[in-house]
């Protein structure tokens, strides 16, 4: 997978991708990530991509020319997938993420200060994502939340897809809590079915654990959720019948 970003601050994307998963990835090759600074695509010394508003007011707005002009000439053929992270934009969630992860070519823009000028909205078929209801300084953040999420779920990105497959939201639902050593830590232990080897019993602890925080958490997730009969059986078990699972 290629991924372009274009930003007014680079080093705000490259610094936290060349560490971790997704440093390894781009490393070893298995996704390639462009950071494109907007200034280079400026035509005066100053190397100047903002300016005042229209219509006055506070704050500085991102000029249409320069981005324009880096847009076309990182992807003359309008090849690649096209998103602009804006407040305003389409909520991105897990499912968002599933969908970005089977294209070949991501290009997000960044916008800062009070935004981009609205006419590179007509000038190109943007996808507008947003991460959530607040507003951030710019879509740098965002930037990097939406490729993290893309790129773990490229094949191979993470060792054992398994990982992803158990996340929270992967399947509609919240995760299973998760242990590791030592089996006990200040007197608390460990559910023991974790203990006991038997892949269908943990199986089933895990589902269950899932979706009981789920309702308990996020009904919300299940009101849209086909639930089979399992899950309706596990849904259904009263807490008390269900196994203390402490050791
Ligand atoms: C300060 S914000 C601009 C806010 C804009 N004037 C508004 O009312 O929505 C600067 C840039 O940050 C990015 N941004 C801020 N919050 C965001 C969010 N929740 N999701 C995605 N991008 C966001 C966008 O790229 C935006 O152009």
Redesign the pocket.
């Known amino acids: 997978m290629r991924i372009d970003v274009l930003t007014l601050f680079p080093e705000m994307i490259k610094a936290p991708f060349s560490e971790s998963i997704i440093g390894r990835a781009i490393g070893k090759g298995m996704i390639e990530l462009n950071v494109h600074d907007i200034r280079d695509y400026t035509f005066d010394k100053h190397r100047q991509a903002d300016d005042t508003p229209f219509g006055g007011g506070a704050?500085m707005v991102?000029m249409v020319e320069p981005l324009y002009t880096a847009i076309k000439a990182i992807d003359p053929d309008d090849k690649a997938k096209k998103i602009?992270?804006?407040?305003?934009?389409e909520r991105?969630e897990q499912t968002t993420a599933k969908k970005l992860m089977l294209e070949d070519w991501l290009l997000i823009?960044?916008?800062?200060?009070?935004?981009?000028d609205e006419r590179i909205k007509k000038l190109f078929d943007f996808t507008e994502?947003?991460?959530?209801?607040?507003?951030?300084?710019?879509?740098?953040?965002?930037a990097l939340a939406i490729i993290d999420a893309v790129v773990r779920l490229v094949p191979g990105v993470i060792k054992e897809i398994d990982s992803a497959q158990s996340d929270s939201f992967f399947e509609g639902l919240l995760g299973y809590p998760e242990y590791t050593q030592p089996r006990e830590y200040r007197g608390v232990g460990v559910p023991k079915v974790l203990l006991n080897g038997n892949h269908e019993q943990i199986r089933k602890w895990r589902l269950l654990k899932s979706l009981k925080k789920t309702l308990a958490k996020r009904p919300d997730l299940l009101e849209h959720r086909y639930l089979d009969d399992e899950e309706k059986m596990l849904l259904s078990l009263e807490d008390k019948d269900v196994e203390d699972d402490r050791k």
């Open positions: 704050g991102m602009i992270t804006d407040a305003s934009g991105f823009v960044c916008g800062h200060y009070k935004g981009i994502i947003s991460i959530g209801d607040y507003v951030l300084t710019g879509g740098e953040i965002p």
